[in-house]
Structures are given as structure tokens and as C-alpha cells.
């Protein structure tokens, strides 16, 4: 399969706790974008990433959250102390990223998301 | 206000019916896109739109730029069409700025 990949699926933990999901992108997209989408509601924006350089962050990405692609590869995201507000669907997605007359450069493809619960 | 806000937020439907769902946006946009999710969270694409209009087998959208408006057409719908479709708008940076989605069920 060569969509993009989310581990894990599925993540229950205590608050105060810390977690980390991993998204792996298609292979030769050079952006990945994380964002979170709670109950009844769209995605939300969290960071994108060009290759390995965080371009951009959300103001809703608190001192808690950090996300890393260290090798412009796959991504992490990590959440601190969690709290039971965190609790949501983490989706990543990758896109192209380049300038192309005949290719959809800009459309972002879609994982199957980690649903975090914090207790 | 949000910048991309959609109606209805739920439809529900009798199999056959002519389904349109509405979005509306309020940024300067390079790309407008409507996508499907089913339970479970996986988001599917369906257009990529920056004007006119497109067609998909029974799924046709449209986007008017001057009015800042697109739609989301259904012909025939089916049971298996229900989920939840959303709209979302980019602009330079490339990051998808979401509507809130229409929760469509098609009945039997």
C-alpha cells in the first residue's frame, strides 16, 4: 500500500501522560501536514512540513504539541501532559509540493487518523 | 465567523433524491475542495476545483469565484453515498481551511 500511513490507530491514555503518533507520507511527497478534528466538527490546521523544515504552526499547537520529520521522511507528533481537551482525531496528510502545469501539486492526501482519548 | 461555512449541517434523504450541498468562503482562495469521510475518520478526495465545474459518475460540483460559493450535486443518491462531506479552501500557504461537513444519510 502505498497511501499514507498512521500509527497508531487507535490511543487511550491517562492525562498527564505523554503520547506520540507517527504518520508516514507517500514517498515522494515533500509536504505533511498534521491536523485535529474533534467531535461533529472539520479538520483543523495544526503544522505543515516541506521536507524536514516546519513551515508553519497553528496557534493551536500549544508548548505541549511538537512535531518533528527529521528526515523529511515520516513525521512525529508528540502531546505532553495531555489533557482531556487533546482528546481528537489526529490526521496527517501529504501533498506533492511543487509547481506543475498537468499534476495536482496541491492536493493533500489523507490518512486514516490516530483518535486519541485522554481519561 | 468561520471562513468556510457549509449547509445544511445534516441531510437525510429518501434513495433517488437530487442531493445539493452548499460552501461558502470568505478568504482569497487558490483551490477549492470537497471531500467525503466515512465512520472511522478516513477522508477521501473528490474534486479539486478552481472553476467551472466538475463530474464524477453521479457527483457533479461547482464553484462560482465571484460569489465565493460552491456546491456539492448528488444525482441518484444511494445508502452507500451516506457520510460526511466536507469542503475545505486553500490559499498560498496550501493548508486546507475546513467547513464544518454536511452529514448526509441516504435511506433505503
Known amino acids: 500500500d502505498t497511501g499514507v500511513s498512521q500509527n497508531p490507530r487507535h490511543k487511550i491514555t491517562k492525562r498527564g501522560q505523554n503520547v506520540t503518533f507517527r504518520c508516514d507520507p507517500i514517498?515522494?511527497?515533500?509536504?505533511l501536514y498534521w491536523y485535529r478534528q474533534t467531535l461533529g466538527q472539520g479538520p483543523e490546521f495544526l503544522t505543515y512540513f516541506q521536507n524536514e523544515a516546519q513551515l508553519e504552526k497553528s496557534r493551536l499547537l500549544s508548548d505541549r504539541f511538537s512535531a518533528e520529520r527529521p528526515k523529511g521522511s515520516f513525521s512525529t507528533l508528540e502531546i505532553q501532559r495531555t489533557e482531556q481537551g487533546d482528546s481528537a482525531m489526529y490526521l496527517c496528510?501529504?501533498?506533492?509540493?511543487?509547481?506543475?502545469?498537468?499534476?495536482?501539486?496541491?492536493?493533500?492526501?489523507f490518512g486514516p487518523g490516530t483518535r486519541l482519548t485522554v481519561l | 465567523k468561520n471562513e468556510v461555512e457549509q449547509s445544511p449541517q445534516n441531510l437525510t434523504a429518501q434513495e433517488g433524491e437530487f442531493i445539493t450541498i452548499n460552501c461558502s468562503y470568505s478568504?482569497?482562495?487558490?483551490?477549492l475542495h470537497w471531500l467525503q469521510q466515512h465512520p472511522g475518520g478516513g477522508i477521501v478526495s473528490l474534486f479539486m476545483?478552481?472553476?467551472g465545474k466538475k463530474k464524477h459518475g453521479r457527483l457533479i460540483a461547482t464553484i462560482n469565484i465571484q460569489e465565493k460559493h460552491s456546491s456539492l450535486h448528488i444525482t441518484a443518491s444511494h445508502p452507500r453515498d451516506s457520510a460526511v462531506y466536507i469542503c475545505a479552501a486553500t490559499s498560498g500557504t496550501y493548508k486546507y481551511i475546513f467547513g464544518t461537513g454536511t452529514r448526509l444519510k441516504v435511506l433505503a
Open positions: 476545483l478552481s472553476s
Open positions: 496528510a501529504s501533498s506533492l509540493g511543487f509547481l506543475g502545469p498537468s499534476r495536482n501539486y496541491n492536493e493533500q492526501f
Open positions: 478568504v482569497g482562495i487558490s483551490a
Open positions: 514517498s515522494e511527497h515533500n509536504r
